[in-house]
């Protein structure tokens, strides 16, 4: 390419053309940037999100194990009632009136756990809650740099 000698164009008559086209690359430089942080950003926002479903997948497998051991505690509380029934058949009324509390003792436990396992299992313990809080805090971000 022929390029013609710096003394050929004086400097005022350059008017502002090279300062235009270093606007106009530092925009598309700029624009470049912001479309890869904005990547980055996405990617790690998904990740996060992934990371608490992931949470939240486990934090339900322990509130359906809880449940399932609850209604094993209550079904053990419900057998030693029908012991109980038997002892009253069996002995005169202090055996049974004995087995009957242990009964309902038992059984109050596992109404305890399968209340536990159930509030688990709540619709707000599957909230991804730092994905929103991440979310919101990139969004006042984007808001404050563009103003």
Do not use: Y
């Not at 809880?66 to 055996?95: E, I, Q, S, W």
Request: aromatic fraction near 2%; charged fraction near 20%; hydrophobic fraction near 50%.
């Amino acid at each position: 390419m022929a390029q013609q000698p710096p003394s050929s164009i004086p400097p005022s008559s350059s008017s502002h053309s090279p300062r235009v086209e270093r606007e106009s690359e530092s925009t598309a430089g700029l624009l470049s940037r912001l479309v890869a942080e904005l990547t980055t950003l996405v990617r790690k926002e998904l990740a996060l999100a992934k990371a608490e479903i992931s949470e939240a997948a486990s934090h339900a497998k322990a509130g359906a194990i809880a449940l399932v051991a609850g209604g094993a505690v209550l079904f053990a509380g419900m057998l030693v009632l029908l012991a109980a029934a038997v002892l009253a058949l069996a002995h005169v009324v202090d055996a049974w009136l004995a087995a009957l509390i242990v009964g309902i003792v038992v059984a109050v436990i596992g109404f305890v756990m399968i209340q536990s396992g159930k509030k688990q299992l709540e619709p707000s313990a599957f909230k991804p809650a730092r994905t929103q809080d991440a979310l919101r805090k990139d969004k006042e971000m984007v808001q404050r740099r563009t103003s």
